[in-house]
């Protein structure tokens, strides 16, 4: 699919890539500073920052593709005249960011109707790049990635988040418990965009998740299969734009995953 040009002329991915390091660079000029915290949640939190992050990466494609619309995590979506439709997430790890851990990421998606054309995770302590294009590969910093070559959970290190919702949080927990010791190690990230973008460079081997939103499952989606992986649901269904959950590896892994999942719910 052609993808579309910007006002100024550039293609999306350069477009989109300076938009990205554009908020990135609003993250670490506030890092460890004493931010605003708004509750939406329990540990469910927006600072200050996430919402000027979120005005610079808005500004910045609405001026670019006046037409598009726009749906970000933090605002009330924009509605544009355009099929295609940008999905942020200015600050991906709030919680990380705010206690001062240095693993958070802005996350871009250019999606059109259930495709998602163009993804990118920009992690800005550490200038990485992750991104992907529809049919043409995944890439760190320009350089080709790809997902692990394990086989097998039990020597799997796994990432995996919690989320909000406490039920779901306890169903991830009781289950990593019931592995263990029967994979390498585990870690909870903090950040699941950054979590997938992993997963898809095979820094980790498996990425879980019982429930994503938009931002992170758009974009991480299509960065671990540009890079040769698989993505589903916890039932094995293909995951959509929306909220779901998420497993995330090569095909060996993700299938060795499902049969540890029916052999635990079977018990």
């Known amino acids: 699919m052609t993808l579309p040009q910007s006002r100024s002329g550039r293609s999306v991915i350069e477009v989109a890539s300076e938009a990205a390091r554009g908020a990135g660079e609003i993250l670490k000029a506030n890092f460890r500073e004493k931010v605003q915290v708004k509750y939406k949640g ?19 494609l609405h001026t670019e593709y006046p037409d598009h619309s726009i749906v970000s995590e933090e605002s009330d979506p924009v509605k544009g005249a355009s099929s295609y439709k940008w999905i942020l997430d200015p600050l991906d790890g709030t919680n990380n960011y705010s206690f001062g851990i240095p693993y958070f990421s802005t996350v871009i998606a250019l999606t059109r109707g259930d495709d ?17 294009q ?13 997902v692990t ?23 991830t927990l009781n289950l990593i418990a019931s592995l263990w010791p029967n994979m390498y190690a585990f870690r909870i990230m903090g950040s699941a965009a950054l979590g997938m973008a992993y ?22 989606k299509l ?5 040769g992986g698989t993505v589903s649901d916890w039932e094995d269904k293909p995951v959509a734009i929306g909220e779901g959950s998420v497993i995330a590896s090569n095909k060996a892994i993700h299938a060795d995953f499902l049969r540890v999942l029916r052999e635990k719910t079977s018990n």
């Not at 529809?134 to 790809?146: D, E, R, V, Y």
Request: hydrophobic letters at 40%.
């Open 116 to 132: 998602v054309l163009l993804g990118i995770v920009y992690d800005p302590l550490r200038d990485e790049m992750f991104h992907a």
């Open 149 to 171: 070559r394990k086989t097998k959970v039990q020597d799997s290190l796994i990432g995996l988040d919690l989320g909000y919702v406490d039920e779901k949080g306890k169903r």
């Open 223 to 227: 960065l671990v299969t540009e890079a």
């Open 199 to 220: 997963t898809a460079s095979g820094r980790l081997d498996l990425y879980i998740h019982l429930l994503l939103y938009p931002w992170e499952l758009a974009c991480g």
């Open 134 to 146: 529809k049919g043409k590969g995944a890439f760190l910093n320009n350089s080709p990635i790809s």
């Open 42 to 60: 329990r540990a469910n939190i927006v600072t200050a920052v996430d919402l000027k992050a979120e005005d610079s990466l808005k500004s910045f």
